[in-house]
Nanobody
Framework: QVQLVESGGGLVQAGGSLRLSCAASGTIFSIAAMAWYRQAPGKQRELVARIIVGGSINYADAVKGRFTISRDNAKHTVYLQMNSLKPEDTAVYYC???????????????WGQGTQVTVSS
């Protein structure tokens, strides 16, 4: 099995910064992509940023220019540097990894437990 553990959430004032980390562990043959999603109260979960093997990256329009996703392949870890935070960034942030557990199977999506980010005005 595969486990994802997120860290780095918390309470910050508007304009501040936070860095989220997500480490994957378990039976990992390869990771095709890692991503951050968020879900605010009463809203659907939405993609924040995604990085795939080879380094291609995409961001939600709402975070472009403020958030940066990066990945340490050797550590199976993805990071989300969040700058110039706004109250509307308040949400539970979830990590997702598309993992193959051996060379015979296609990637399957695994989710972390989520970490709360609260931005006060």
């Amino acid at each position: 099995q595969v486990q994802l553990v997120e860290s780095g959430g918390g309470l910050v004032q508007a304009g501040g910064s936070l860095r989220l980390s997500c480490a994957a562990s378990g039976t990992i043959f390869s990771i095709a992509a890692m991503a951050w999603y968020r879900q605010a109260p009463g809203k659907q979960r939405e993609l924040v940023a995604r990085i795939i093997v080879g380094g291609s990256i995409n961001y939600a329009d709402a975070v472009k220019g403020r958030f940066t996703i990066s990945r340490d392949n050797a550590k199976h870890t993805v990071y989300l540097q969040m700058n110039s935070l706004k109250p509307e960034d308040t949400a539970v942030y979830y990590c997702k990894a598309d993992v193959s557990t051996d060379w015979t199977n296609l990637p399957k999506g695994y989710w972390g437990q989520g970490t709360q980010v609260t931005v006060s005005s």
